[in-house]
């Protein structure tokens, strides 16, 4: 069975830090780009960061530039993601996703670009 989980999330005060982390398994990851998304109650699901398939091109949202850094160990087919200087803001379900093209040096903010799943991880930041 394939699968993404997530781990790492929690309940932290504003300023702290938190490290996701997005292990797969059933089929390796190495190849595709891998993303982070996220979704706050109410609001739709939003693209966090994303990182290619060689970890060489990240992108990131505006609202997180600076504070969160996606890497991957392709070895471990785990991605990650440091999340610095938390803000109340940045409180939701984290879910990572792996994209269906394989060996892209493109990365997409664009959900429907991503084939695979996790469940998500909580992220609460208080103020």
């Known amino acids: 069975q394939v699968r993404l989980v997530e781990s790492g999330g929690g309940l932290v005060q504003a300023g702290d830090s938190l490290r996701l982390s997005c292990a797969g398994s059933?089929?390796?990851?190495?190849?595709?780009?891998m993303g982070w998304f996220r979704q706050a109650p109410g609001k739709e699901r939003e693209f966090v960061a994303a990182?290619?398939?060689?970890?060489?091109?990240?992108y990131y949202a505006d609202s997180v530039k600076g504070r969160f850094t996606i890497s991957r160990d392709n070895s471990e087919n785990t991605v990650y993601l440091q999340m610095n200087s938390l803000k109340y803001e940045d409180t939701a379900v984290y879910f990572c996703?792996?994209?269906?093209?394989?060996?892209?040096?493109?990365?997409?903010?664009?959900?429907?670009?991503?084939?695979?799943w996790g469940q998500g991880t909580q992220v609460t930041v208080s103020s």
């Open positions: 996703a792996a994209d269906r093209r394989v060996r892209s040096t493109i990365v997409t903010r664009t959900p429907a670009q991503y084939d695979y």
């Open positions: 059933g089929r390796t990851f190495s190849d595709n780009a």
């Open positions: 990182i290619t398939w060689g970890g060489t091109i990240t």
